[in-house]
């Protein structure tokens, strides 16, 4: 299990840009084994993926072209940069070392971290 911190989210009007930092509690980017996801979870829906880094990136279709995540392997932090940011974007955004399978991308570990709340104002 890797503790992680995110921060960086707040409140921007739509068209707006947002960097997401996730900090995680000990050294893990130096491994190309071990993907990073971020997640968002809107008032009343369920956690949805939005982005993973592994050896490549990977995004879902609602965010593609639009959101970049990346990794700082000395800082051992990921971000998520968000441009063209939309009102549907407002969520409470999570990251974690994540893992695939039938279902698709899924947190690897048990717990989440705290998350960091963006909200998009039209």
């Known amino acids: 299990q890797v503790d992680v911190a995110e921060s960086g989210g707040g409140m921007v009007q739509a068209g707006g840009s947002l960097r997401l930092s996730c900090k995680a509690s000990?050294?893990?980017?130096?491994?190309?084994?071990?993907?990073w996801g971020w997640f968002r979870q809107a008032s009343g829906k369920e956690r949805e993926f939005v982005a993973v880094i592994s050896g490549y990136a990977e995004y879902s279709d609602s965010v593609k072209g639009r959101f970049i995540i990346s990794r700082d392997a000395v800082k051992n932090t990921v971000y998520l940069q968000m441009n063209s940011l939309k009102p549907e974007d407002t969520a409470v955004y999570y990251c974690a070392t994540v893992v695939r399978d039938t279902t698709g991308w899924r947190n690897a570990g048990a717990n989440w971290g705290q998350g960091t709340q963006v909200t998009v104002s039209s």
């Open positions: 000990r050294p893990t980017f130096s491994s190309n084994y071990i993907s």
